[in-house]
């Protein structure tokens, strides 16, 4: 029987450095990664030692200047990064996306002297983020939030609770949206507080149907104290931040979704292969074949609209419609992609024996964190058609 093994996928990068990076991404994700994922899933365990790893190899802040620690590297590259390590193992992928997520606001909009006492640390001095906007009452309608900061002084108190936070209560710096004025989204800024501030704590971490790797629980704010030197941005222009962080977060989750569905893409091929019925591999029957073609199809065509949102990131141009296609259609195809590769292996994909079942609980995940699809659809439409109600 021919080999038909799962090939990596090839990769067009823009420079002989991006595939350099690709091949060490790979190294790590076959070495330190996924040996351990299905193992460490199931015991809901956070990898820390990885995300050190990924610091100390310069990967957790891959599209920010390299003044201040960063990787300088296109979002085109950072995203196929992303897959890379989400194909291994959601936790890390996501793990990462979100800490670029959080340290988004300090890079785009903190000042000099902040970005020079803060940065360096964020993006290669082996912290971890998390970003804090959604609440038990506002997670969609992330502009009625209620935490709020009040001046007091030089310093802003912090009061409220934050909900679905990834890496909430592990995480060393927490970016903070907190009502500072009126109700709306222009009474809301942005905060950087340290993961050990007095009076932040976490609840325990929700039990989840994928993804019990990464933690997610409420994070809350009794009082919080910061100095106003952690105001990032303006007062009033933190819901701006917000938004603008989450264009470029969806095509992370883009990215990430594209990964898993790689990955079971993978897993079902392999499976095919190998796999006899009626004394042939059940690869050679028609119906399967097709199923795979569409499952290859549909991740081709999902890397190629979130690379092209990507482009036009890098290429400094408006690219909001394109990151809500991309999230919208990427992690869809992720959910039938998963879901196909649990069919094709049968009873065996039904089971924790084989990785199919893992990728298709997470899969279900990324259409909802960052935005949920319905919200995609609504972002589209307004781009297309005006907002609504004119």
Known sequence: MPDRAP?????????????????????????????KAAEEEDAGRFP??????????????????????????????????LEELASA????????????????????????????????AMLGGGLLGAYCLSEPSSGSDAASLRTKAVRDGDDWVITGTKAWITHGGIADFYTVMARTGQEGPRGITAFLVPGDAEGLSAAVPEKKMGMKGSPTAQVNFDGVRVGDARRLGEEGQGFAIALSALDSGRL??????????????????SYAASRKQFGRPIADFQGLRFMLADM????????????????LRDAGRPFAKQ?????????????????????????????????????????????IVEGTNQIQRMVIARHLAGPEGR
């Open 296 to 311: 290859a199809t549909q991740i081709e065509a999902g890397r190629a609209l979130y690379l092209a949102a990507a482009r």
């Open 7 to 35: 090939q990596p996928v090839d990769r067009q990068l823009p420079t002989d450095e991006a595939r350099d990076l690709i091949s060490l991404v790979r190294d790590i994700a076959q070495r330190e990664i996924a040996p």
């Open 48 to 81: 820390r030692e990885v995300f050190s790893l990924l610091s100390e190899s310069g990967l957790l802040g891959l599209p920010y200047d390299a003044d201040h620690g960063g990787g300088e590297q296109p979002y085109e590259v950072y995203l196929q990064v």
């Open 323 to 367: 990151a809500a296609m991309a999230k919208l259609h990427c992690t869809d195809t992720a959910m039938r992609v998963t879901t196909d590769a649990v069919q094709i292996l049968g009873g065996y994909g039904y089971t924790a024996d084989f990785p199919a079942e893992r990728y298709m609980r997470e899969a279900k995940v990324l259409q």
């Open 252 to 269: 992370g989750i883009a990215a990430c979704a594209i990964g898993v569905a790689q990955a079971a893409l993978d897993e079902a091929v």
């Open 89 to 120: 193992r959601l936790t890390v992928g996501l793990g990462v996306s979100v800490h670029t997520l959080a340290s988004y606001a300090l890079a785009a909009y903190g000042t000099k002297e902040q970005q020079v006492e803060h940065l360096p």
